[in-house]
DNA sequence: CTTGCTTTGAGGTGCGCACATCAATTAGCC
DNA sequence: GGCTAATTGATGTGCGCACCTCAAAGCAAG
């Protein structure tokens, strides 16, 4: 049956030339012929059952002898049977919604993030997916979990949360599951949810990422580092300083980390807390903010150091820090490619709702090093 | 006709959850009802023409009067008709097949690269996409050429080509693009063919790139540096070493870079000629090594110098970069990700076989960084 | 007007599968 | 055996589109 349908493509070994391969193939030409895929129809013979059978293993419906189970699931190893997807999506036509969940805040990096989910939106309008988002305040956990409670399978096949970590929030995610409502831990550092797939990066090694970088541009004469960040309250910011301070202490030991500045996203008063905290220490020769929103502590620092001679590093990769990349105000960026983000995370929902596996490599997120030189 | 069809997902400005959106629509709940989309029936209904000739304009079929083309184009403006991708990928019911073409070596790039292409040969499976490759002698361009020629529209839907830069091979592609098969330039430093796609990176930013790492790491007392490369036949390699010695001498003056060393993939002559290089410069402060192999000159300099003292920088990621990383051999590493190189230029081929744009953003392959900290 | 050509319409078939219905068979149990 | 419940098979329909055939209509030149 199959053995004279599906000769051309096994040969893989770089041995023979497509041609080659072609004419042993019993002199058929077509492509639509020689190519052909066992059908389920195939897989019911070779199983010896029916079709109706077949259907019913597949796509696990009630009612199925574990013997029959067992000669489907047989034949399709041995026959090499994979479902048609464009087949299947046909026959389903089902339409994947999926909504992204994003805090509601002012940052370059987030609208970086809704910028690619917009575009998302559009590119996938032809393949069977649509894409909502809606932002709810950074700290609104109750009314994240409220929203998550909130929806219906329905409606939303899938959910990529971004929000801050709460046992409410956790919740409302695992309850999603169980309503099978596929659920993807999206650039946030709560404590994960084992269940359910993370997108994002590994914040430790992200903040020690930044230790290294700024330890190779400080310089070898002894120094002060600022650490910069929005809030100390999220597990995000906390890794990340873990991580640098690791580094620092154990690899640069003549660079002393200063205690955490917050900014609170308050422009005048990161001004203020800088101006004095460079008015106590002269000696410093290091900026780290590691927060996403790196413009507001930069320009305040512009305003008290020249920020050409000491050595900074920030996250994220937006055009305010693509911009002083350039011009030598900031000297390296740690970055997750937000694209690559959003994508990963529909990907990983999409493949989810089909009840398969996700590509695990192509959905982790690298940790970015961004320099003039590689922009 | 479509206002009661779909209006649901149009809404993505974050104000109104899902369910709010539904209330609206009507009443219907089933999400098949829903998000119906226009099909082709309903463009030729709004066209006013026949199926037939939506038929003939869809898939540029002869014998359509410019107005009818109007007509229809118009239509599918108006009502935002896209061709469902299942429905027309099992109406074609065709495989896509795909043919790598590798040089034959031995290095632990290429190694990667193919693991990959294997990897993605099983991913695919289901996807109505074949991949297979071929290895053909690095410097053998007429082989290469010949090959290509040997092609046939029947067989191979696209070839992504890893070759060296050659007049020959570029006239075989271009005569590949005429006869419509999808040509990839594939990670390599030809000059390239501005009708072709090409997949890779920015050889001379890469070289700047690691230009920069090295005068980060080297320190700030004068020094000197090797250029440790296979072949500078190549532009990929003459790329690199033109952008490595701009940033050195621009950002580091205090540095000074050895002529390049050539291994051309000979062990026992890389350590001689490493080991005179080394005996005749006491003060050699950094390693760049900037063809894809980097095991063969680390292994000879390890014989001669103290790795750890020294800055070490080399390109590509491999189980022997990542483990010198690890044991602070190599200092950094330069690097394109070969899992994406793979899965980027097969996006490109089916993008382009079925007449459509690839995604610019997502194929863009980057120039990676890596450290110890961020593997 | 006829001849020959181009353009359009109408209709059918099939891709591989999901899903539904109904009848037929088998198995489990008293 | 007789009963119910579980398990199978047979068969049909439709998803949205590509591709094909044939007939009808339009159009131009002679």
Redesign the interface.
């Known amino acids: 049956m199959r053995t004279s349908k599906q000769v ?2 096994e ?2 070994t ?1 041995i023979l ?3 080659d391969v ?1 004419k042993e193939s019993s002199g058929r ?4 012929e020689v ?1 052909m ?1 066992p059908t389920a129809k195939d897989l019911a013979e070779a199983a010896g059952v029916s079709l109706a059978t077949v259907d019913r293993v597949l796509n696990e419906r009630p009612n199925v002898s574990p013997k029959a189970a067992r000669l489907v699931n047989d034949a399709i190893e041995r026959i ?1 049977f ?6 299947v ?2 026959a389903r ?3 994947y ?1 999926f ?1 992204f969940l994003l805090p509601a805040s002012g940052d370059l990096y987030l609208k970086e993030l809704l910028r690619h989910v ?2 998302l ?1 559009d ?1 996938l ?4 997916t ?6 709810i305040g950074i700290d609104d956990a109750h009314g994240v979990a409220k ?1 998550l409670s ?3 399978k ?3 096949d899938g959910v990529a949360v971004m929000a801050p970590e709460s046992p409410q929030v956790r919740d409302a995610m695992a309850r999603l599951l169980q309503r099978n409502i596929k659920v993807v831990q999206f650039l946030s550092g709560q404590e994960k949810l084992p269940e359910a797939d993370f997108v994002g990066i590994d914040n430790f ?2 903040g ?2 930044a ?3 700024m330890g ?2 400080a ?2 004469h002894p120094g002060k580092v600022m650490v910069i960040a929005e809030t100390m309250q999220s597990l995000d910011s906390i890794q990340r300083r873990l ?1 640098f301070d690791h ?1 620092i202490n154990s690899a640069f030991p003549h660079l002393t980390c200063l205690p955490s500045i917050e900014t609170h996203a308050d422009e005048a008063r990161s001004q203020q807390v800088m101006a004095r905290v460079l008015a106590g220490n002269r000696d410093v020769s290091g900026i780290y903010v590691l927060s996403a929103e790196a413009r507001v502590p930069i320009l305040a620092a512009a305003g008290n150091v020249d920020l050409g001679t000491i050595a900074v590093v920030v996250h994220e990769r937006t055009p305010f820090t693509e911009q002083a990349l350039r011009d030598d105000r900031i000297d390296a960026v740690i970055a997750q ?1 937000p ?2 983000a959003v ?1 990963s995370a529909i990907r990983i929902m999409r493949a989810r709702s089909d009840a398969r596996e996700p ?1 695990a ?2 959905e982790k997120i ?9 922009l």
């Open positions: 051309i493509f040969v893989r770089s030339a497509f041609a072609l030409r077509k492509s639509w190519v895929r090499g994979v479902r048609n997807p464009a087949a999506s046909l036509n089902k339409v919604r909504l917009e575009e939106t590119a309008k032809g393949d069977l649509e894409i909502a988002y809606r932002q929203l909130s929806l219906d329905e409606e939303v090694a992200a020690a990422s230790g290294k970088l190779m541009l310089g070898s991580g580094v490619d694209g690559h994508r590509l490599a192509q690298r940790i970015e090093i961004l320099l003039k030189e590689n």
